[in-house]
């Protein structure tokens, strides 16, 4: 697969254009959530599970995880509605 130059997006018409950075971006932005996700639930394993190998988790490593995960999903809605509401001030 080859990648995109400058070159190829100014011998696009503007709605081309327009579409494939749209597409770019979104797909960034798909990525960036990816990440943070793995990051996060690396996070919560390794703060909540205390022994791996039997394949499950106890009772309280259960409850440390719904709650590292809901104060996670808390936050980044948060962050989200945040940036709406300053979004929507300009």
Do not use: P, W, Y
């Not at 995109?4 to 960034?28: H, P, V, Y």
């Not at 909540?48 to 440390?64: I, K, L, P």
Request: proline share 0%; glycine share 6%.
């Amino acid at each position: 697969m080859s990648s995109l130059t400058q070159q190829d997006l100014a011998s696009l018409d503007e709605g081309s254009r327009k579409e494939i950075l749209q597409f770019i971006e979104a797909e960034n932005s798909k990525s960036k959530v990816q990440t943070s996700i793995h990051q996060f639930t690396d996070m919560c394993f390794k703060k909540c599970v205390t022994q791996v190998g039997n394949g499950q988790v106890s009772a309280q490593e259960e409850s440390c995880l719904s709650n590292c995960i809901n104060r996670f999903l808390d936050t980044n809605i948060r962050v989200v509605q945040g940036l709406q509401a300053a979004q929507g001030q300009q």
